[in-house]
């Protein structure tokens, strides 16, 4: 099978943020969309391995920014190639504000947020589909919408050429695993895909 079919997908990018007790953490999400309207209900899909999703359930409460084309490689180096177990991504950011529902959200390069309140989760294995009821929307900015591939394409630093003679290279972020034999259940520390995203170099 060639994986790279699905990069065709029409994916969205997202900075997912919660808040528990005082402290407040995002991550990066692609999969979000409504499901209805009347009662109006989105799911977005989280990694478990994301700080972020246990906190949402824990919490069942979360905001969804939607990212522009106008944001810089920054937000998605700080959100998505770092982890809330480790350090604070807020710390020293001044993009942020925080929504009605207590919850941080992006009023520059994103053009809106959603807040929205669990009502319930599939397990997925490495993943989690929590279906959400949408208790308030603001619109920020006209700004066209992030899509992964404009990501790839324009947002997302080339990879750099390997220092090592052989290993496996991430499709996705480019991170390198050096070694002759990649683990068949290696996860990329870096955007989380699984071996099946690397390519032998």
């Not at 997202?14 to 808040?19: D, E, I, N, T």
């Not at 982890?83 to 941080?104: H, I, Q, Y």
């Not at 989690?128 to 630093?157: C, M």
Request: some cysteine; overall charge neutral.
């Amino acid at each position: 099978m060639d994986n790279k079919a699905l990069f065709k997908l029409g994916y969205g990018l997202y900075v997912l943020s919660a808040r528990e007790g005082e402290r407040d953490n995002a991550c990066i999400i692609n999969t979000m969309m409504q499901i209805t309207s009347d009662p109006l209900v989105a799911v977005v899909g989280v990694n478990k391995q994301d700080f972020t999703h246990g906190m949402i359930q824990r919490t069942g409460q979360f905001n969804v920014s939607t990212l522009t084309v106008e944001a810089p490689f920054e937000i998605f180096r700080r959100f998505g190639f770092q982890s809330g177990r480790d350090v604070d991504k807020f710390a020293g950011w001044d993009n942020w504000a925080r929504a009605e529902n207590g919850v941080v959200f992006l009023p520059r390069c994103a053009n809106a947020y959603l807040s929205l309140k669990v009502l319930d989760a599939i397990d997925f294995g490495t993943h989690t589909l929590f279906r959400a009821a949408v208790e308030d929307g603001v619109v920020l900015s006209g700004a066209e919408s992030v899509t992964y591939s404009f990501y790839q394409a324009n947002i997302k630093p080339k990879p750099q050429p390997a220092a090592v003679k052989h290993g496996w290279r991430c499709r996705i972020c480019g991170y390198v695993y050096e070694g002759d034999e990649l683990p068949a259940d290696f996860i990329c520390p870096v955007c989380k895909h699984g071996a099946s995203d690397f390519e032998r170099f």
